[in-house]
């Protein structure tokens, strides 16, 4: 097979483009799904199991994308485009990669994040880390600032089994800065539970300003990593849980403790700008003791629930949730696979 190269022109006057997509482990298929859902036909094909495959639609990249960006789907946490597919036979592929790079005038001196991935299996590279090494190594005519953060574009490049894909994009075209969407938070000294990473990464994929709220529920809050976010934010907050919260924060002076199930406690209208719930409940339960409590939600107040997806039809689940949520004046801005959500997805709704 001939390698192939298509240029950011040529893809412009062909209507087919090439992404790479990735999405949680095992939700891949779902992802897919919801690339059928919008463009209808389309080819694919696995690169890691459940997790990343090369699509080809029939649409041009740029329309494509502009599509994708401005209504993100739930499944498909990262895309990057391939505008570059040469047969992976180690050094070779790499020098014609540095020189593709080097002919793009907007590389120049610009703030470059070069993130490189790997199939398990890869002739290119041992590693991802070698492979981005080697890249490096022949991109130093860019003068380019090469950084991790903030990026004004994105090198990807994914080495297949026997292909090396490379793109470049800005980072929003991606739907994340972060390579592969796999977005890491340090593990901080004396945390309370990995869950606090969901509502972390909430914040950054949401755009959500959390020191705007002044008054939060938590239902289902034990062991506290949660509620342990939003008080760092400065919000005063009522953590409701059967189960024991963290002793560390069991004295704190903006926090209320009720030791008791959700389907007991009841409070004033309006006493809360902001509901999370990270309850691993069944999601139809999960939503009536929700639906109970929302009065106590000011309008314009944003709720937070995690979705536990229990093995059903996802899709179905999710449409089912967010049509009950919305007979309760909760209009959803965001349904979203966070990339630190296991079985389950998380809802952004404002209550109108
Ligand atoms: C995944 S944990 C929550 C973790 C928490 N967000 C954190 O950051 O530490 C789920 C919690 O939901 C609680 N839960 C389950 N059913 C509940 C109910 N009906 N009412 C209140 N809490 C409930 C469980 O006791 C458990 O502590």
């Known amino acids: 097979m001939d390698d192939k190269i298509l240029t950011n022109d040529e893809q412009k006057h062909t209507t087919t483009s090439r992404f790479i997509c990735t999405a949680n482990h095992g939700f891949a298929p779902y992802a897919q799904e919801e690339l059928r859902r919008r463009f209808g036909k389309l080819k694919s094909s696995v690169l890691v199991s459940g997790e990343v495959f090369l699509v080809t639609l029939f649409e041009e990249a740029e329309q494509a994308v502009a599509n994708i960006v401005s209504n993100p789907p739930i499944f498909l946490r990262h ?164 189960a024991l919260m963290h002793e560390s924060l069991r004295n704190h002076p903006n926090l209320r403790i009720l030791k008791k199930n959700a389907s007991e406690v009841r409070f004033r209208e309006n006493e809360f700008d902001l509901l999370v719930c990270d309850m691993s409940w069944s999601p139809k339960q999960m939503v009536k003791l929700v639906k109970e409590l929302l009065p106590s939600l000011g309008t314009g107040g944003t709720a937070i629930v995690t979705v536990k997806l229990m093995h059903k039809k996802p899709m179905a689940l999710i449409g089912e949730v967010i049509a009950s949520f919305e007979e309760a004046q909760m209009q959803v801005q965001r349904a979203k696979q966070l990339f630190h959500n296991r079985d389950e997805i998380t809802l952004y709704m404002i209550k109108y």
Request: proline share 3%; net charge negative.
């Open 79 to 242: 895309i990057q485009p391939v505008q570059l597919e040469l047969r992976a036979d180690a050094d070779e592929a790499l020098e014609q990669t540095a020189q593709y790079l080097l002919r793009q005038d907007k590389l120049y001196e610009a703030s470059i994040s070069l993130q490189a991935r790997k199939a398990e299996r890869s002739v290119a590279a041992e590693s991802a880390g070698e492979l981005r090494e080697k890249l490096l190594q022949r991109l130093t005519g860019l003068n380019a600032d090469f950084v991790v953060r903030d990026p004004e574009w994105v090198i990807s490049v994914f080495a297949a089994e026997d292909m090396l894909y490379i793109g470049v994009s800005s980072p929003a075209e991606n739907l994340s800065d972060w390579s592969g969407g796999a977005i890491r938070f340090q593990r901080e000294e004396g945390q309370i539970s990995r869950a606090k990473f969901k509502l972390l990464e909430a914040e950054q994929s949401f755009g959500i300003d959390f020191r705007s709220f002044g008054s939060a529920l938590d239902v289902g809050a034990a062991p506290g990593g949660w509620t342990s976010f939003l008080l760092e934010r400065g919000l005063k907050v009522t953590a409701v849980d059967p």
